[in-house]
């Protein structure tokens, strides 16, 4: 699986946007990269994901670069509920290559939003 | 919609005890996986269900299995317990067979403690 390398942690004030890294230099043309956080160890939370193109959705935005060796994800008015660790994850294929596999995990971006 | 609920929450076992956690999974989703998160190992995954068949298995010792039922509902069971077993137990489920990126939502999780 390819490997994420991110920030271990992060402050951002409250209002502003918050952009968090993640380098995935080895991935493949066809792995996906998602993000999810996690709050005082409840569930992961899902928070976007994409292949080539830079997504949107109501949470945050994904920016992805040309070569797909690394990504942004945005959150663009950070609040004090979104702190909380941010996991940045390449999804392989099944050694089998016929489908989507596990979610490997890494360390995470802890994010802190200061009022 | 509800989410992916996870039960019991909270629970409390002795070491040498068997314990099996539950997992019903969205609306329409057939895809059911499980990981265990501990502070040392972080996320870790431990099977994938569809269809009521094994489709991937991580690293863990034999203690830990799990199944699938004909609505979609997992358990996963650990046999003989130590301490070291003591985590999150998290749940995910998916639409299904996943060739093409599907979102993987995750449930809030039943907490196990081996004393």
């Known amino acids: 699986d390819a490997k994420t390398t991110q920030p271990p942690s992060m402050d951002c004030a409250e209002g502003r946007a918050a952009n968090l890294p993640c380098n995935h230099s080895t991935i493949s043309g066809n792995e996906y990269v998602y993000w999810y956080r996690q709050i005082h160890s409840q569930g992961p939370q899902y928070i976007i994901h994409g292949l080539k193109n830079n997504e949107t959705n109501e949470m945050a935005s994904l920016i992805i670069t040309e070569d797909r060796k690394s990504s942004t994800l945005i959150l663009p008015h950070a609040t004090l509920r979104d702190t909380a660790v941010y996991y940045c994850i390449v999804r392989a294929l099944t050694p089998g290559g016929t489908s989507y596999g596990k979610l490997t995990f890494g360390q995470g971006t802890i994010l802190t939003v200061h009022p | 919609k509800a989410g992916v609920t996870q039960t019991p929450r909270y629970l409390i076992k002795t070491r040498g005890q068997q314990v099996t956690l539950s997992c019903s999974p969205i609306?329409?989703?057939?895809?059911v996986s499980w990981y265990q998160q501990t502070p040392g190992q972080g996320l870790q995954f431990l099977f994938e269900?569809?269809?009521?068949?094994?489709?991937n298995k991580g690293n863990f010792p034999g203690r830990f299995s799990g199944r699938q039922f004909s609505n979609s509902r997992s358990e996963m069971n650990v046999s003989t317990l130590e301490l070291g077993d003591s985590a999150l137990y998290l749940c995910a489920s998916s639409l299904g067979l996943d060739f093409s990126g599907n979102t993987i939502y995750f449930g809030e999780g039943s907490w196990l403690t081996v004393v």
């Open positions: 269900y569809f269809s009521e068949t094994q489709r």
């Open positions: 609306s329409g989703h057939r895809s």
